[in-house]
T-cell receptor
Framework: GAGVSQSPSNKVTEKGKDVELRCDPISGHTALYWYRQRLGQGLEFLIYFQGNSAPDKSGLPSDRFSAERTGESVSTLTIQRTQQEDSAVYLC?????????????FGPGTRLTVL | DAKTTQPTSMDCAEGRAANLPCNHSTISGNEYVYWYRQIHSQGPQYIIHGLKNNETNEMASLIITEDRKSSTLILPHATLRDTAVYYCIVRAYGGTSYGKLTFGQGTILTVHP
């Protein structure tokens, strides 16, 4: 079946501009996650959505970062007034979020470059 | 979630088994062991997970010691396409860390001809 998809695959923007990154989770997956991976670094957790519950925003690095999710489908991650340190690959993952296991399946990522 | 320790890098000859170790000596009874890998320029890929029993799927086998303080991921017949960074992650189901995967530095596995 279709996996997690993300768009765009690459985004180049100028410092100070706003960007929106999109994630389409696997159909039926109730949980959705955003991570960031800077060049040569590990993954940093950003935010987690589970059904209608309030999202876990504990990983968002600043108030310039926000994310929304419509029901149990598409999510958008918005970065306002981008800075050069925001340059990274932004990864989205989704999971069934059952009681027994919540294996996360990742999309290919969006590579963001802030000039 | 419990901390994991993995070797920084490992080599393996194509066609041979790759055995990737992971130490998780502070693992709790409700924590699972997950393995992911990340091939260059791609998102992480789920491989396998387990609680206390050994597990096998089409990609790999996971051997967890009886005391659960360490585990080994086995790729039975490594190919060049298995070259990647392999992450061992220990996480509880539920609690305040619910939802997050905490990735360490992982093991860089290089499969050579």
């Amino acid at each position: 079946g279709a996996g997690v998809s993300q768009s765009p695959s690459n985004k180049v923007t100028e410092k100070g501009k706003d960007v929106e990154l999109r994630c389409d989770p696997i159909s039926g997956h109730t949980a959705l996650y955003w991570y960031r991976q800077r060049l040569g670094q590990g993954l940093e957790f950003l935010i987690y959505f589970q059904g209608n519950s309030a999202p876990d925003k504990s990983g968002l690095p600043s108030d310039r970062f926000s994310a929304e999710r419509t029901g149990e489908s598409v999510s958008t991650l918005t970065i306002q007034r981008t800075q050069q340190e925001d340059s990274a690959v932004y990864l989205c993952a989704s999971s069934l979020d059952t009681l027994r296991t919540d294996t996360q399946y990742f999309g290919p990522g969006t590579r963001l470059t802030v000039l | 979630d419990a901390k994991t320790t993995q070797p920084t890098s490992m080599d393996c000859a194509e066609g041979r088994a790759a055995n990737l170790p992971c130490n998780h000596s502070t693992i709790s009874g409700n924590e699972y062991v997950y393995w992911y890998r990340q091939i260059h320029s791609q998102g992480p890929q789920y491989i396998i997970h387990g609680l206390k029993n050994n597990e096998t799927n089409e990609m790999a086998s996971l051997i967890i010691t009886e005391d659960r303080k360490s585990s080994t991921l086995i790729l039975p017949h490594a190919t060049l396409r298995d070259t990647a960074v392999y992450y061992c992650i220990v996480r509880a189901y539920g609690g305040t860390s619910y939802g997050k995967l905490t990735f360490g530095q992982g093991t860089i596995l290089t499969v050579h001809p």
